[in-house]
């Protein structure tokens, strides 16, 4: 049985975080032992790993960004006691603390997760330059670095990551549990006050500048000049100031009347289901979670031209420019003008393109021929 150590910033409810858990939900306890090592606080996501006798959760309470010598003294301790056979870090911060306590501890395998393609880090400021920067120095020293989608693969190797140690693995989704529902389609919708023949308009995704919201807005502001009979969901929380500057966009803009904002919420599927239309207008992407979860619940996506989204779309979709509200829109008139057997024809297409590529068995399969191969 061999030891797997999984590193992580936090289990709050997000892409990357998700798909940490649906992966170790996924994994054979008879043949794996399973670590989970979170830095602050667990998050939601906790929640659906303490079900599981073979998992192991264990905070080590970082006081902060500069915690770092006791941090690395305690987590050098842990893996000392633990002796995992590999280590796999998640993100810019375990990644680098974790290969730091990782050699230290002299764990024999240990593999980075970056999953991002194309990003100005400048808009996360200077520490988050620094500490990317520091990867591509450090990275000499990893095992492999899986990465979640071919476009994040030729970004780093370009920016100096060494290219033989990149492998890519797309992420998976459980199509068991993303999947068409009409019954909770009728249910949200009653929930959330959106009428039969009203089209629902949804974009999912933590409230940050790299989503472009923006453009969503600006978008939807057209669209209700030409529709009357829409709605707009907006799912995500994040940076109080940034959603204090996408409130007042969306004053101006006189859109209250037709948007929902929601808080994240445990019932994805059950979103996505009451959706007509999901939109990622994000700057930057790896893999979109959300765009295969909403394909997977035969809900039509329209997605900027970033990270893999062209690839994981494929026909069943509509590709955009990035920050372009009226390429946005025009994609928006297409999926409502459709004739009725296009569209149901087009939504089954959306879910076998995800059950065909994306399963996450898949996904499973190939990490774990990864760590079998060391």
Known sequence: MKNIFFLIRSLHIGGAERQLVNLIKSLDYESFKIYVAYFYDGGALEVDLKNYSNV???NLNKKGRWDLFGFILRLVKI????KPDVLYTWLNGPNILGLICGKISGV???????????IDLKIYGLFAQFTYWLQIKLSRFIDRIIVNSFAGATYHKTRGFPGEKIQVIQNG????YFKPMPDERKKVRKELGIEKNEVAIGI?????????????FQAAYRFCEKYSGCKFICIGSGNKE????LFQLVN??????KLIWLENRDDMPSIYNALDILTSTSLSEG???VIAEAMACQVLCVATDVGDSRVILGNSGYIIPKQDPNKLLNAWEKIINLHYVDLNNLKKAARERIINYYELKRYRDLFIKVINLH
Request: net charge positive; proline share 4%; hydrophobic share 35%.
């Open 56 to 58: 192991y959760i264990i």
């Open 252 to 257: 101006n803009l006189k859109l209250n009347d």
């Open 173 to 176: 989704i459980d199509t068991s």
């Open 242 to 245: 940034y959603k204090d500057k």
């Open 79 to 82: 893996l000392n006691r633990i």
């Open 287 to 289: 893999f979109s979670n």
């Open 204 to 216: 999912v995704g933590r409230l940050d500048p790299v989503k472009d919201h923006q453009t969503f």
């Open 108 to 118: 024999p395998y240990i593999i980075w997760g970056i999953r991002y393609s194309n």
